[in-house]
């Protein structure tokens, strides 16, 4: 049954979803640009802060003032216009998106995205931003179909960053009938929320995070360690909880959280934090960067200086924890292990992930200076049993944990799907 509009206005008065969220809204020129007007309308009712961005050829198709009317935000136009502050307007604007909704995206600014050409404020904002974006097509059909227009359509999603909303059929503008119509606004505006609210996506789940390094005695002083912070593994179990998911950090860093945190020390505490509660379990997430070997024996007082030039340490193989959980795990159960490696990273990456019978690995390079190891910041590859790849450029470790979260949602998604 189709509401009536008077039903959808009352229900956004007294309801905003979107509240405290920022929405850049990106106008290009097609015919379809006067529904942004409704798109804005919609938005703003919801609750979003929403600020609109025209290309210069919007504006052949709407003015600025009815957006800033309708946003109650004065519209943005111009790339070197005056400012009334000191940061270019693309940065400022770019910072504060919590997503992007380009609507209309004719076949040229979705040329310009996929080859990262920035000749106007939209186009520089969106390259400057590292939001989410939701791009709907409108087009005329034959331009759409066009191998270009579908090449630069499957450029943008396979990147991390993108969401097409697909144009519907039905007879566009200049009067030919296919695919091209822009999707309907109340189409457009619930993809926008569900992206916007995906905070519980994670409801019912059980996780198990892993963060930090192990560290294996040697005597009551000294350990073998490594240069793991723990900051990833913390952002993913942050991400993951802020979602709905009930998590459980077994880490070797200590915080105060609101979900249970097990602090270890060495790999076999690990192990048996992490197997106690695995049955238990929708998903494994090890950023842990676990010692592959312990010493022997630990010293039960402080190992003295001798005569001798020479220490010899024995050491010991550890538990591989997930290598032992990947081959007892469910169906229904996901694993997401990490690779930091120093070269050949897709390749080592991709023997772990199948070696290991992951779901997921994800990737760093750790010969790159200044971001991974006790970083805020790191630059990863996501590579799946199934053999897709993902490259994340740099960016800060929550970003990539959200990212991580969307990921691990789509799966419990394909397993709820799958036949049993
Ligand atoms: N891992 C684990 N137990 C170990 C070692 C690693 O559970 N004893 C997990 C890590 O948490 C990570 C994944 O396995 O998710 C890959 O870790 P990595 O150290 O890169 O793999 P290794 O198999 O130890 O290979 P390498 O020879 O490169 O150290």
Redesign the pocket.
Known sequence: MKKSSKKRESSFDSFNPLENKTVILGVSGGIAAYKACDIASLLRRSGANVHAVLTPNAREFITPLSLTTITRNPAHCEQYGQSSNWRPEHIELAKSADLILIAPATADLIAKLATGICDDLLTTMVLASQAKVMIAPAMNPVMLQHPATQYNLSVLENRYRYDIIPSEYGEVACGDWGSGKMAAVETIITAVAARLLAHKTLATKRLIV?AGGTREPIDPVRFIGNRSSGKMGIAMADAAFARGAEVTLVSTVEVERAYPVVVVET?QEMQEAVESEFDLCDALV?T???A?FRPMAVANHKIKKTDSDDLVLELTK?????DLLGRVKRKDQVII????ESEALLS?ATQ?LKR?NLDVIVGNDISVPEIGFGSDDNAVVILSAEGTRENLPRMPKRAIAEHLCDVLSERFQMLEKAPV
């Open positions: 892993t790999a090890m842990a960067a676990v592959d550890n538990p591989d924890i997930i292990g990490f690779a930091a080592n772990k290991k």
